[in-house]
């Protein structure tokens, strides 16, 4: 069945450093690393979604339109990388709708998908998704159904869904896909649960979902298929560890997906989701 592929764009740096004013200290790598990505998905003629952080698009607006261009979906990912919990509803609003009409100026389409920096809408920032769906969003992807000390809502639905917002408004919701187990959701279709896990393990979960009809949710950044990128100095190991780790093998692991199963944006699986 149609599965999703979802990237989340974002230089190497900028889920690292949380201060905007910093990130021009920095190498900027996002041009290099998109352009492979966009050259492994036209080796296996698949399309995707490309949720963009509106700083990127701001800064790089020829790189919207190369995604464009190739057939790939279009999505917000904040306009800077914030935690939305850590952020008023007006704060929010403002920097969604800043992003949003950045990236639809740039692409002259309605952008309808959103994901929330670091899955950021937990229980406490559930009201983002009622400012998602004002703001004329047709879906969301951020809700990740584990337990996480950064992010999650452990009992949420594991499956696409179609949810009703406090403002009357609708929005489907395509969680982050989680294989269950010993009466535990287990990441493994994204970031570190990727590049850690053996690739029969992630091929089995897949399958698992694709028997009960749900498509599964890919997602990865460009940066990590960077093994060259520079080596933060000032963070702590647990993250450099989870940010560095295994980068040398995400390209081969993504090539052997895009061999196995089919893949397509998520706005075009939206119309299947009952």
Same mark, same amino acid.
């Given at each position: 069945?149609?599965?999703?592929?979802?990237?989340?764009?974002?230089?190497?740096?900028?889920?690292?450093? !949380?201060?905007?004013?910093?990130?021009?200290?920095?190498?900027?790598?996002?041009?290099?690393?998109?352009?492979?990505?966009?050259?492994?998905? *036209?080796?296996?003629?698949?399309?995707?979604?490309?949720?963009?952080?509106?700083?990127?698009?701001?800064? %790089?607006?020829?790189?919207?339109?190369?995604?464009?261009?190739?057939?790939?979906?279009?999505?917000?990912?904040?306009?800077?990388?914030?935690?939305?919990?850590?952020?008023?509803?007006? =704060? &929010?609003?403002?920097?969604? $709708?800043?992003?949003?009409?950045?990236?639809?100026? $740039?692409?002259?389409?309605? /952008?309808?998908? &959103?994901?929330?920096? %670091?899955?950021?809408?937990?229980? !406490?920032?559930?009201?983002?998704?009622?400012?998602?769906? =004002?703001?004329?969003?047709?879906?969301?992807?951020?809700?990740?159904?584990?337990?996480?000390?950064?992010?999650? @809502?452990?009992?949420?639905?594991?499956?696409?869904?179609?949810?009703?917002?406090?403002?009357?408004?609708?929005? /489907?919701?395509?969680?982050?896909?989680? %294989?269950?187990?010993?009466?535990?959701?287990?990441?493994?279709?994204?970031?570190?649960?990727?590049?850690?896990?053996? %690739?029969?393990? $992630?091929?089995?979960? @897949?399958?698992?979902?694709?028997?009960?009809?749900?498509?599964? +949710? +890919?997602?990865?950044?460009?940066?990590?298929?960077?093994?060259?990128? #520079?080596?933060? #100095?000032?963070?702590?190991?647990?993250?450099?560890?989870?940010?560095? &780790?295994?980068?040398?093998?995400? =390209? *081969?692991?993504?090539?052997?997906?895009?061999?196995?199963?089919?893949?397509?944006?998520?706005?075009?699986?939206?119309?299947?989701?009952?």
């Amino acid at each position: 069945m149609d599965n999703i592929l979802t990237f989340d764009v974002e230089d190497w740096f900028e889920g690292l450093d !949380p201060e905007p004013e910093n990130w021009s200290r920095y190498e900027a790598r996002i041009e290099g690393s998109t352009e492979k990505v966009l050259k492994i998905l *036209a080796r296996h003629n698949t399309r995707a979604t490309f949720f963009f952080l509106g700083y990127i698009a701001k800064r %790089y607006p020829g790189l919207v339109s190369r995604v464009c261009d190739e057939g790939h979906e279009v999505g917000v990912h904040g306009y800077f990388h914030r935690f939305i919990y850590r952020q008023t509803i007006n =704060e &929010f609003k403002e920097e969604v $709708i800043r992003a949003k009409e950045t990236l639809e100026e $740039i692409t002259g389409h309605k /952008v309808e998908g &959103f994901r929330a920096p %670091y899955f950021s809408i937990t229980k !406490p920032s559930l009201w983002a998704l009622d400012v998602l769906a =004002e703001l004329g969003f047709t879906y969301d992807s951020s809700i990740f159904p584990i337990y996480n000390h950064r992010y999650g @809502i452990p009992k949420a639905r594991r499956d696409p869904h179609r949810l009703a917002c406090k403002n009357g408004l609708h929005l /489907v919701e395509f969680p982050i896909s989680t %294989y269950r187990f010993l009466g535990y959701n287990w990441p493994f279709t994204g970031g570190i649960y990727l590049r850690f896990l053996n %690739y029969e393990l $992630i091929a089995k979960g @897949i399958r698992s979902l694709n028997r009960q009809g749900w498509p599964i +949710v +890919v997602y990865l950044h460009p940066w990590e298929f960077d093994p060259h990128q #520079p080596i933060h #100095p000032h963070i702590p190991f647990t993250l450099r560890l989870r940010h560095y &780790f295994a980068l040398e093998k995400t =390209e *081969a692991k993504v090539d052997h997906l895009l061999k196995t199963f089919t893949f397509k944006p998520m706005a075009e699986l939206v119309g299947a989701v009952p």
